[in-house]
């Protein structure tokens, strides 16, 4: 079993930077991707990056794109630069045991218990 912690959300001006992390622990972990998602009041939970285990792959939402970067070392991080009042919500990083990458919720059967993240006006 993927077991996952995230940590870094909290209250940023637009136009601010937040770094997140996802601890990532279980066996087998070359076997996986590690994604971004996150979820809105009101709205569902959304595709946001990821990254494959090997590193070599990442890929990420329009609304990511050019703003956003995801990586992995000792854990797996996403960049959030040029913030936005509607970035807010709450984070969460998840494994999918997929080892070629998936934007595609479903795939994803381990899950953080989520950081929030607040973008100000």
């Known amino acids: 079993q993927v077991q996952l912690v995230e940590s870094g959300g909290g209250l940023v001006q637009a136009g601010g930077s937040l770094r997140l992390s996802c601890a990532v622990s279980g066996p087998t972990l070359s076997r996986y991707t590690v994604g971004w998602f996150r979820q809105a009041p009101g709205k569902e939970r959304e595709f946001v990056a990821y990254?494959?285990?090997?590193?070599r792959s990442t890929y990420y939402a329009d609304s990511a794109k050019g703003r956003f970067t995801i990586s992995r070392d000792n854990a797996v991080a996403l960049q959030m630069n040029s913030l936005k009042p509607e970035d807010t919500a709450v984070y969460y990083c998840a494994a999918a045991a997929v080892r070629f990458g998936s934007a595609n919720r479903d795939s994803y059967s381990s899950w953080g218990q989520g950081t929030q993240v607040t973008v100000s006006s």
């Open positions: 990254v494959t285990w090997s590193g």
